[in-house]
């Protein structure tokens, strides 16, 4: 199957900071990318919604200010958690569109302290 | 707002068992229903299905979607320690730009 990498897999930074997660298709193009967050015993929350070289579209509830994604070409996008708080902490995982089907990433385990 | 439901929520058994899981959806323009194995870390693609009716295998692990339920089940037989994970459905819905919705997930734990 096709694959997805992130990284960093995982990050501890200080509140206040901003944090960068890369989404790599290694080996397919994918005109789309998901962003999910994933808190402890709970299932996946999708966040955006993003298409190459267009911006991204966020779900209800995220805040494209505070979660910037930028998807500049096929097989990169970007997530930016700014100035990150403990809530921020969780685990985020993309996942690249190829047809029908998607892949995903790893995962990132951010932890804001 | 489209609804992806999974049932039961956990579920512990002994090896050898077999075990149904179940997801019912609800959602606006339907495409396809997929499964999902998570263990520590993202999930990994157990199977698509598109039609109703025609089951899925892979080794110990079938599925089949009923269209017309709105509802899917996955199944494990002579289920393995290894086998222990969360069980995610997902649904893939929309136009062009389609979403797929996660379930909450099936805590699944086999135990020797």
């Known amino acids: 199957g096709a694959v997805v990498s992130q990284h960093p897999s995982r990050v501890i930074c200080k509140s206040g900071t901003s944090v960068k997660i890369e989404c790599r298709s290694l080996d397919f193009q994918a005109t789309t990318m998901f962003w999910y967050r994933q808190f402890p015993k709970q299932s996946l929350m999708l966040m955006a919604t993003?298409?190459?070289?267009?911006?991204?579209?966020?779900e209800q509830g995220v805040e494209k200010d505070k979660f910037l994604i930028n998807h500049a070409s096929l097989t990169l996008s970007t997530l930016t958690v700014t100035s990150a708080h403990p809530e921020d902490s969780s685990f985020y995982i993309c996942?690249?569109?190829?047809?029908?089907?998607?892949?995903f990433g790893p995962g990132t385990r951010l932890t804001v302290l | 707002e489209d609804k992806v439901v999974q049932s039961p929520l956990s579920l512990v058994v002994h090896e050898g068992d077999t075990v149904t899981l179940n997801c019912s959806y609800e959602v606006t323009n339907f495409r396809s229903l997929l499964w999902y194995k998570q263990e520590k870390k993202a999930p990994t693609f157990l199977f698509m299905l598109t039609s109703s009716g025609i089951e899925k295998k892979s080794g110990r692990l079938s599925s089949i979607l009923d269209k017309k339920e709105l509802s899917s089940i996955l199944n494990i037989t002579a289920t393995q320690t290894g086998d222990s994970a969360i069980y995610l459905c997902?649904?893939?819905?929309?136009?062009?730009?389609?979403?797929?919705?996660f379930g909450k997930g099936t805590l699944l734990t086999v135990n020797p």
């Open positions: 997902a649904v893939l819905s929309g136009g062009s730009n389609y979403k797929l919705t």
């Open positions: 996942s690249g569109r190829s047809a029908y089907e998607q892949f």
């Open positions: 993003s298409n190459e070289g267009s911006k991204a579209t966020y």
